[in-house]
């Protein structure tokens, strides 16, 4: 399976018929919540069978992504990375997306460590319910996304509580992210974005884990 | 989660042969005002071993103290919006051999730290 998101932020007074518009192409949309850093206007969210599928849509999506009311977006198509949902069924949670950029020269093996250290949250942050990582094969907008980290939680309260008050984010995986850690390799400006879509879009690729 | 709990910075530096003590007197004139600023208390210095060596490296250890955790992002937020802080640490990278960064509490403070 393969998915496009989009951060889609709009003009002033505008973006009234943007969600219509990308729901209407088998988005799932949504406003996003007060607190996101970069995180746009809106949420746009489309699952695809295989890559052609996402070619064949692209010319009707970016229509809409390049028309009236938007002032820009950004956006990352990805092929599923590793996952798991704890809770496939879980309808009414906040969904949070993280879109990063690994920009400066790392090796394989560090690139490994680093998505082996995010994959490892979820089982020290029971918060986060569902989860996807996946690497970026496509990208647009403000840098050059590498990587999408996806988390759905039963509630805001766990992404502002445990997700970021946890030790294992910021005194463990945030060295990645931090100009003053020698680790550091991720471009300080990042997307972080989350809304309540009132349904799930990481329960449906099954309960188990493939982390 | 306690807001007071205490989270310790832990920079630990290992200087190139005979900089030690230029590493320390710049990190102590171009780096301890600004990380004070963004809300980190300086705790202690420490020199290993305690004498300047002129043909040998120096470890320091520096420690820090903030309280909480939402300190500790209101803290790295500041810094890593602030191209400066990057900008100390590449310099600093020509001064030494290997550096290392480490954020902890006290033992007794593990349970409350991941109570969240």
Known sequence: MYSLVCLVHFVADGGRDVASALAGLGAAVAPTLPGVFNGGDLIAHFDFADEDSYRDMLPAIDGVLHGPGVARSDCAFYRHGRHAAAEPALASGVYRVLLLSVDRPVGAEVLHRFESEMVRMPHYIPAIRNWRLSRVIEARGERRWTHVWEQEYASLDGLMGPYMLHPYHWARIDRWFDPECPDWMIDTRLCHSFCTFGRGVLGAQGGGSEA | ?116
């Open chain 2, 1 to 116: 989660m306690s807001a007071d709990t205490t989270i310790y910075v832990i920079d630990e530096i290992v200087a190139l042969p005979g900089r030690g003590r230029e590493v320390l007197d710049a990190y102590r004139e171009r780096y301890a005002p600004g990380a004070e600023a963004r809300g980190m208390t300086l705790d202690r210095i420490l020199v290993s071993p305690p004498m300047w060596l002129d043909d040998d490296t120096n470890t320091i250890l520096i420690t820090w103290t903030l309280k909480g955790a939402p300190n500790w992002w209101a803290m790295s937020f500041r810094s890593r919006n602030d191209p400066a802080v990057a900008d100390w640490w590449a310099e600093v990278d020509e001064m030494i051999v290997r550096r290392s960064r480490h954020f902890a509490t006290a033992e007794a403070d593990m349970a409350e730290i991941t109570n969240v």
